[in-house]
Nanobody, 129 residues
Framework: EVQLQASGGGLVQAGGSLRLSCAASRFTFDDYAIGWFRQAPGKDRESVAC????????SYADSVKDRFTISSDSAKNTVYLQMNRVSPEDTATYYC??????????????????????WGKGTLVTVSS
């Protein structure tokens, strides 16, 4: 079974940077969609960024656009989330999720949660002001 392990969370000051990693095991980087989601205390889970193997543009939440970048390294079976210019509003537990079938090429579809059949445990990001 596919396993996803998110890491890289921690405490960072506002304006700083952090890189999260999502290591996938028993997973083939040939046909996939992987996304980052987050959930802040007392709030609903929201999508952050998603990427597919279909060479379409990644999808980003408006709140992170131009600050966060999602990328993948198939040689390392890892997807990254580079977080720049973080703010206290980015404080949340971040989860990565994967879809192993990608009938829809648009990354936004998977950021809406459709097709994400594997979820990893989260990594906590705390941004201090």
């Amino acid at each position: 079974e596919v396993q996803l392990q998110a890491s890289g969370g921690g405490l960072v000051q506002a304006g700083g940077s952090l890189r999260l990693s999502c290591a996938a095991s028993r997973f083939t980087f040939d046909d996939y969609a992987i996304g980052w989601f987050r959930q802040a205390p007392g709030k609903d889970r929201e999508s952050v960024a998603c990427i597919t193997s279909l060479k379409t543009s990644p999808s980003y939440a408006d709140s992170v656009k131009d600050r966060f970048t999602i990328s993948s390294d198939s040689a390392k079976n890892t997807v990254y989330l580079q977080m720049n210019r973080v703010s206290p509003e980015d404080t949340a537990t971040y989860y990565c999720a994967a879809a192993t079938q990608v009938p829809i090429p648009t990354a936004l579809y998977y950021c809406a949660g459709y097709g994400m059949n594997y979820w990893g445990k989260g990594t906590l990001v705390t941004v201090s002001s």
